[in-house]
Every structure is written in structure tokens, then in C-alpha cells.
């Protein structure tokens, strides 16, 4: 379960809770496929890794207007 960064934190910045799920989740999967040896096989890393991610702001959602 992802206590660090808080969730809230990241809501505020993605926009949304629904904007972290979708977000993480994407960078979750695309560190999964992409750089497996950073992971060294663990999925809730892959979670936790996204989402300190974009908790740094290295990672962004796009936006529609």
C-alpha cells in the first residue's frame, strides 16, 4: 500500500485521485517493460517508483482543455 508520497500530495498535483491512479499506473507499467533491471523484479516497487516520480515532478499527466 503507498503511504509515501502521501496521496494527497499527489492529487494536488496530478489534479485528481483519479489522475495519480491513471498516471502511476502507467509509469508503473512502462518502468516494468522498459527497465525491468531498476525493479529487480518487484511490482510494488515498480508502484512506489512511479510515484515518488511524480511526486519530484519527473513525470506529468497531459491535461485536456
Do not use: H, W
Not at 23 to 30: E, F, L, T, W
Not at 44 to 61: H, M
Amino acid at each position: 500500500m503507498l503511504f509515501e508520497p502521501p496521496i494527497d500530495e499527489l492529487a494536488k498535483l496530478a489534479g485528481c485521485r483519479y489522475a495519480v491512479a491513471i498516471i502511476v499506473g502507467a509509469r508503473a507499467k512502462d518502468l516494468e517493460n522498459k527497465i525491468p533491471t531498476l525493479l529487480n523484479g518487484s511490482a510494488n516497487l515498480a508502484i512506489d517508483y512511479a510515484a515518488n516520480e511524480l511526486f519530484r515532478g519527473e513525470v506529468v499527466g497531459v491535461q485536456s482543455k
